[in-house]
């Protein structure tokens, strides 16, 4: 599995370098251009600079609550000459350097000057304008804002790049009209809600593809209407396997749907802001549940339990987590959405999270069964699941690559399976693992889930 953040170098010590600069600075005010002194800190600092540069493309300084880091790594310099050498820089409004291959000693020369000049006057027009005024190249300078690292976050396409099910596709299209609608302050489309609710029961909730794509791992920014569609399918599949009635069926997809809606009170920026949320934030974000039941509640037509599930779904089954309701332990429906709910998040891909497979989504609804969820209902949902649901691109004992096509209900763990060529070509036919030898023992285990190749079709795989 991919992680956000790369395999790094060992970290670089920053310290001789902003030492290097806050001289040369100094230097500059003191002395005449041309000095000697001058040059000769100056080419100091430009062979550290590029040495950084060898090993990087792009060195980056950042001063984050006092604390130097390196492309994004904290380091941690000992002693007060070096608090010194930070406050130096931080005092003049700066607290990133971000420094790109190609910088030539004239950049660094044109930065020091600039800085030099920051020091009776604080920052007026942008740093950008003012460093290339001086004919600046390769090196910005910011302020940062506290704890931001937007820059080193994965940034994930917007949304499925196939939809393989036309039902499925028409329910994002729909549920994206209707959340940006209520964003901008309209009324939630109660036609276009039931019509979804529809297509997922009738449809998408049977259809192989769909599945495929809502339980497999999703690499791409799962936003608020792609995640309520999937969760949506989750729970009605949920539902099904529990063997409640049509009725209640239809409840659950429609509360399932709705249950995110408040997250269009939310910004943006903290819907998709990498690495934790400030106390401020956190606490915002936990009001899109209330937010939403108060969005629902306001829609006439809707089904009675609907706001219910936008208000508990974060609620533990044993009666903790957020909104604070007392002990109330949360409704049966809404235990049964928020089982859903963190299988999808936990297998789909965010700015700050690179998406799960799913046996490890079910071992996290194992893990918080009996005391977040539900246990019955996270064992119903592993049954209907299986570790290796359609989609899942698997690797075999044999060290064979395949894509799951149908599930073994009475073996979840020897699922069908279409092999794939070593180029991920289809081989023709399928292989159930299920399958015994002479001897009494599988032909063929699953060994691992496997991150799906770029530009790998499932869809291709799927069909028969
Ligand atoms: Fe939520
Ligand atoms: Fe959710």
């Not at 370098?17 to 806050?22: A, D, Q, R």
């Not at 000769?40 to 950042?62: C, I, N, S, W």
């Not at 036609?191 to 497999?216: C, M, N, W």
């Not at 396997?241 to 209640?248: E, F, I, K, M, R």
Request: with cysteine; hydrophobic share 45%; aromatic share 4%.
């Amino acid at each position: 599995m991919t992680t956000a953040a790369p395999a790094a170098d060992p970290v670089l010590d920053p310290l001789p370098l902003l030492k290097g600069l806050g001289s040369l600075r100094k230097l500059t005010g003191m002395y005449p251009p041309g000095h000697p002194a001058i040059a000769q800190k100056l080419g100091e600092l430009d062979a550290a600079v590029q040495a950084h540069l060898r090993r990087t493309d792009v060195l980056r300084l950042d001063v984050i609550h006092g604390e130097v880091h390196v492309d994004g790594l904290s380091v941690r310099p000992e002693g007060n000459a070096n608090a010194k050498v930070l406050e130096e820089l931080t005092g003049l409004g700066i607290d990133s350097i971000h420094i790109s291959r190609g910088v030539s000693p004239a950049d660094l020369h044109g930065l020091s000057v600039f800085l030099w000049e920051l020091r009776d006057s604080a920052v007026s027009a942008p740093m950008a304008v003012q460093l290339a005024a001086r004919g600046v190249c390769h090196i910005s300078l910011a302020r940062l804002v506290p704890l931001d690292t937007r820059w080193r976050a994965t940034s994930w396409a917007e949304r499925p790049a196939d939809v393989y099910d036309p039902a499925y596709a028409e329910s994002l299209d729909l549920m994206q009209g209707t959340f940006e609608s209520v964003q901008d302050g309209r009324e939630l489309k109660l036609d276009t809600v039931r019509h979804v609710v529809e297509l997922l029961i009738e449809k998408v909730s049977g259809s192989s593809a769909a599945l495929a794509q809502i339980l497999a791992v999703k690499m791409y920014e799962n936003l608020t209407y792609c995640h309520s569609v999937n969760v949506a399918t989750l729970s009605l599949l949920l539902a099904r396997s529990v063997g409640l009635d049509a009725q209640t069926i239809a409840a659950i997809g429609e509360a399932a749907l709705l249950h995110d809606i408040g997250k269009t009170r939310i910004p943006l920026d903290v819907i998709r802001k990498p690495g934790a949320l400030d106390k401020r934030e956190r606490a915002l974000m936990e009001s899109h549940t209330v937010f939403g039941a108060r969005i629902l509640v306001e829609v006439e037509g809707l089904r009675r339990l609907t706001p219910t599930v936008a208000l508990e779904h974060h609620r533990a089954a044993t009666g903790a987590g957020y909104p604070d309701l007392g002990d109330r332990r949360p409704h049966l429906m809404s235990q049964l959405v928020a089982v859903a709910d963190i299988y999808e998040a936990v297998t789909g891909a965010r700015t700050y999270q690179a998406p799960a497979q799913p046996e490890q989504a079910c071992l996290v609804l194992a893990r918080l069964a009996g005391s977040k969820l539900n246990a019955a209902l996270v064992k119903a949902f592993v049954a209907a699941v299986t570790f290796f649901p359609i989609g899942s691109v698997v690797r075999t004992n044999r060290d064979e690559t395949g894509v799951v096509v149908a599930t073994n209900p009475s073996d979840p763990l020897h699922p069908v399976i279409a092999l794939a060529t070593t180029d991920f070509a289809r081989v023709p036919g399928q292989v159930d693992t299920s399958l015994r030898e002479p001897s009494g023992g599988y032909a063929r285990h699953i060994v691992e889930t496997l991150q799906p190749p770029l530009g790998l079709d499932i869809g291709d795989f799927l069909q028969a």
